[in-house]
């Protein structure tokens, strides 16, 4: 499951942290598609008659997101702003879900992200971000519990010309369920060898380890270690519960690519599969349902317009 919203918080710090300010910034606007197959459940946990209810049960999960990016340089360059917006829909099928137990239902995902880094030194900078979200299915009146506000702050520190540490914290629903989150950032980047191609790895644990090489000036080819997770309102279901939400988050693995088109033309693909999944219906405290779809592939791509390239100086 994409979270896009989510995936910023920790994208931008990896991207941006510890880095130049760059020149000549553009706007960019994104659009993708990821799927998951049907996969069977495990590890089911639920009150006796529900269980037995979902003993047959399994889960497809498909996600269609847009974003948009418009990124400033102010105070002479030392301090970047980058205003994000971004929607999303993610769509859940549950074979063999019966109606008389609460069930997650599609989640529609508005959030507008307001990021910017001070560079307060030569080796030292600060990052901050905030996150307003919509997160409902949005088949009844908002409330206050379909909206919700998420956070961080990293500080970095550039220990020569190759390496990055920075440690922070966040508060984010990378695990389903909005918690604090301790950040610990590292990133190198260099050559595999003497005039060979470019590579750089970077880490915002517990989230995130990334490895890209660059082979050639069009193209970037990695290996990405992802934990990805969401909270959004139920509605639109007749439940005993005051405040019911669903909560996921999947931990994956797999190869990545970006192919740079033309300069304002990016297309990137994903794909892999989870090591972890788990989904819930809580009652913002204490599950009620929790289950573990099965390890499973996933394919992700994504078309970006505008952003930075490293085409754009031809």
């Known amino acids: 499951m994409g979270r896009i919203g989510l995936v910023t918080l920790i994208v931008a710090a990896l991207l941006l942290v510890g880095r130049p300010a760059l020149a000549q910034l553009r706007p960019s606007l994104t659009f993708g598609h990821e799927t998951w197959p049907s996969v069977s459940v495990s590890n089911l946990e639920a009150d006796e008659s529900t269980a037995q209810l979902l003993s047959d049960l399994s889960v497809w999960t498909d996600t269609r997101f847009v974003s948009a990016s418009y990124p400033l340089l102010l105070q002479g360059g030392r301090t970047y702003l980058d205003l994000q917006a971004g929607f999303q829909r993610i769509q859940f099928r549950h074979d063999a879900w019966p109606e008389a137990v609460p069930r997650p239902t599609d989640a529609y995902i508005v959030d507008v992200n307001v990021l910017a880094q001070r560079q307060l030194s030569s080796r030292w900078s600060l990052l901050a971000q905030v996150t307003p979200s919509l997160k409902s299915g949005l088949e009844e009146t908002l409330i206050r519990e379909d909206f919700s506000i998420e956070g961080a702050v990293l500080a970095s520190r550039r220990t020569g010309e190759r390496w990055?540490?920075?440690?922070?914290?966040?508060?984010?629903?990378?695990?389903?369920?909005p918690l604090p989150i301790p950040l610990l950032q590292v990133e190198h980047q260099g050559a595999l060898w003497g005039g060979g191609p470019g590579w750089r790895t970077s880490a915002l644990l517990p989230s995130t380890l990334e490895t890209w090489v660059t082979p050639a000036r069009r193209l970037e080819v990695g290996v990405q270690v992802r934990t990805l997770g969401n909270r959004h309102h139920l509605t639109g279901d007749e439940t005993s519960l005051s405040k019911p939400y669903s909560d996921y988050f999947d931990t994956v693995v797999g190869p990545?690519?970006?192919?740079?088109?033309?300069?304002w033309l990016t297309v990137g693909i994903e794909s892999g599969f989870s090591l972890y999944r788990q989904m819930q219906v809580t009652d913002g405290r204490d599950e009620v349902i929790s289950f573990e779809p099965d390890s499973a592939g996933f394919l992700r791509w994504q078309v970006t317009f505008g952003g930075q390239s490293p085409l754009q100086e031809q």
């Open 164 to 177: 990055v540490l920075g440690a922070g914290v966040a508060y984010a629903s990378n695990f389903g369920v």
């Open 256 to 263: 990545s690519a970006n192919v740079y088109l033309t300069s």
